[in-house]
């Protein structure tokens, strides 16, 4: 039943005020874990390393080989696996779900001999939680996606008193959990530095803004077509991750009143949101949280945002709302945006989603999670088939590391730099 980590031995296990704890963070692999980030995913891990870090926990960080070279990185794969196969066009293919499984394999049966007290899974693959729920490891798995069927599955099956499991919003734990979530489900918001995004008072003089990955899912052609509605100029900040939707719907309108700017670092998008009178949030997903438009409202700059998934749990007095795929409806929200006082954006930002209060509720769950697996009820045994988990039984030695798959980079890619996920 001890099996995997030594919980028993962590200081005051289960008390949140407890000592520093070895902490594995498993991150997601399609990007590196590096500024300029790619998208939200890639900037929750970094900044949640250095949080945890800062608290005087040992963090070991498994990653993508390329990511940030001063984090605490054991390399998954040599390098971030949208090099060679980029997520458009291998999505849902063998050879990317081989690669993927191949390396998270491998990264599974080194986390047992890390002497690490728990493990925060960012991946979105299949075989932590499983290896947590079989294993009685002590983890915590952040869903930062809407559910899709492959890991709703391996959620499901997995939570005990030693496996939890955070969603960044309550309609997402609503997804997640329809039939009701068990009590290892939780809401942690996502969270920022407020001093990374200083906020600019009524110093503002600028247009609107929009920051994200440019592709069809985040609407970024909404935010055109209603900033031309609204006769508000727009700049434009993010990576061009889907380039026939880019050159289709939005670079047919750049001029004057609407530019691309780039993929831009932290500094340069956080002083570029201080500008803007508002912010435009356009997704057409079931948006689980929404941390570009946090952003802009620590900047003091409110937002107009299309109303989907969470987008009004999260953002709420701060933003106006506009129908789903609706233009006018949001170069109307845009109108009425401006109106929002700064000092209210940023108050919503400061006192709901600083890093301090998701570090506080992550270290809660690091300490439950420990208990659980330390003095946890007994549970059956779970049986995984091989392509559920990946790895060997617990009772058999642990197998040599798998390889991972080396890819050469392609000479087309490119690095980009700072937006969302």
Not at 32 to 59: C, D, K, N, T, Y
Request: proline fraction near 10%; hydrophobic fraction near 45%.
């Amino acid at each position: 039943m001890e099996r995997g980590f030594s919980a028993a031995s962590t200081p005051q296990a289960g008390d949140p005020a407890g000592g520093p704890l070895r902490i594995a963070v498993l991150a997601h692999i399609r990007h590196p874990i590096a500024p300029p980030f790619q998208g939200g995913m890639e900037a929750h891990s970094w900044h949640l390393v250095r949080a945890l870090e800062a608290r005087g926990h040992a963090v070991t960080l498994f990653a993508s080989g390329d990511s940030d070279p001063s984090l605490p990185l054991r390399g998954v794969v040599p390098v971030h696996y949208d090099r060679a196969f980029p997520w458009h066009a291998f999505h849902g293919t063998d050879i990317l779900n081989l690669h993927v499984d191949t390396a998270f394999a491998a990264a599974m049966d080194a986390l047992p001999r890390g002497g690490f007290d728990v493990v925060h899974n960012n991946t979105l693959h299949r075989y932590p939680p499983r290896l947590a729920r079989r294993d009685r490891i002590a983890m915590v798995t952040s869903l930062h996606v809407p559910p899709f069927t492959i890991l709703h599955r391996a959620v499901q099956e997995s939570a005990a008193p030693w496996s939890h499991f955070t969603v960044t919003s309550e309609r997402q734990r609503g997804a997640w959990w329809p039939e009701g979530a068990p009590n290892e489900a939780h809401v942690v918001h996502n969270g920022i530095d407020p001093e990374l995004w200083p906020y600019r008072g009524n110093a503002a003089r600028g247009g609107a803004i929009w920051s994200g990955r440019i592709t069809p899912n985040k609407g970024t052609h909404l935010a055109v077509q209603a900033a031309m509605i609204a006769k508000v100029p727009l700049d434009i900040y993010g990576t061009i991750e889907h380039r026939d939707y880019y050159d289709a719907e939005v670079a047919p309108h750049l001029g004057e009143d609407i530019r691309y700017m780039g993929h831009a670092e932290a500094r340069t998008l956080a002083d570029a949101l201080g500008r803007a009178a508002v912010m435009l949030f356009t997704p057409r997903w079931d948006e689980p949280f929404g941390l570009a438009a946090i952003e802009a409202l620590a900047c003091g700059t409110p937002v107009a945002a299309v109303e989907m998934g969470a987008v009004r749990e999260v953002i709420g007095p701060a933003g106006c709302y506009a129908a789903p795929d609706d233009p006018h409806s949001l170069a109307a929200a845009l109108r009425e945006a401006i109106r929002i006082p700064r000092a209210q954006a940023r108050a919503r930002a400061v006192s709901c989603f600083s890093i301090d209060r998701m570090i506080d509720g992550y270290e809660r769950l690091y300490r439950a999670a420990i208990a659980g697996a330390a003095h946890g009820p007994a549970m059956p045994d779970p049986q995984f088939a091989p392509r559920q988990l990946g790895v060997g039984s617990p009772a058999e030695p642990a197998p040599p590391e798998a390889p991972a798959i080396s890819v050469a980079p392609s000479e087309a890619h490119r690095r980009g730099v700072s937006s969302r996920h």
